[in-house]
Every structure is written in C-alpha cells, then in structure tokens.
C-alpha cells in the first residue's frame, strides 16, 4: 500500500502560483509515476501533470507552459509549482501514484480568484 498526503492549496489571485506537494509513503518502491489530478465542480477528473520513474513528463495542454512538476526522491515528493494561475484552475488538486495499483491523496483545494 502506498499512502499519500498534499499540501500547499489555497486562495490566490490571477496571475498568481502555488507549490503543492505531495509525500509518498509505505511500500513505494515499486512507483513507476506520480503525479497530478484535479476535478472541477461538475466535471471530470483529468489528468494535470505526471512524472514517469525515467524522468519523463506529461502535461495537459491547458497548463503547459505554466506548471512544473518535479520531484525530490530523497523525500519521496514530488511538487507541482503553478504559476500565472488562473481562475479556470480553480479545482481540488489530487496526488496520484501507480504501481501495480492506483492510489489517490485526499486532495488539496486550489481557488483562484479573477
């Protein structure tokens, strides 16, 4: 089992960033990517940035450009900084990591306010 837990969501302006952080714990050594999720009121969960075991990346089109995810293996976290926010990124914020399983955090709200 793999837990995980975010932090660092919040109120922030347009044009603004966030850092959001998510620490991995318990058998996480077979991790083959982390990343993040987010999902609107009344819409769909979708995928906001991953990070695969060999360093590559994915985004969605909608943030390239303006977040970064990267990861600190010495703390088993993996960051998403978010800069020129924007109200439409206004979502909960999950963490997700893949073994042989999929495992969620509880999520990190993240409004941006016009």
């Known amino acids: 089992q793999v837990q995980l837990v975010e932090s660092g969501g919040g109120l922030v302006q347009a044009g603004g960033s966030l850092r959001l952080s998510c620490a991995a714990s318990?058998?996480?050594?077979?991790?083959?990517?982390m990343g993040w999720y987010r999902q609107a009121p009344g819409k769909q969960r979708e995928l906001v940035a991953l990070m695969f075991s060999d360093g590559t990346t994915n985004y969605a089109e909608s943030v390239k450009g303006r977040f970064t995810i990267s990861r600190d293996d010495s703390k088993n976290t993996v960051y998403l900084q978010m800069n020129s926010l924007k109200p439409e990124d206004t979502a909960r914020y999950y963490c997700y990591a893949r073994d042989f399983g999929g495992y969620w955090g509880q999520g990190t709200q993240v409004t941006v306010s016009a």
């Open positions: 318990g058998s996480i050594r077979s991790i083959n990517r």
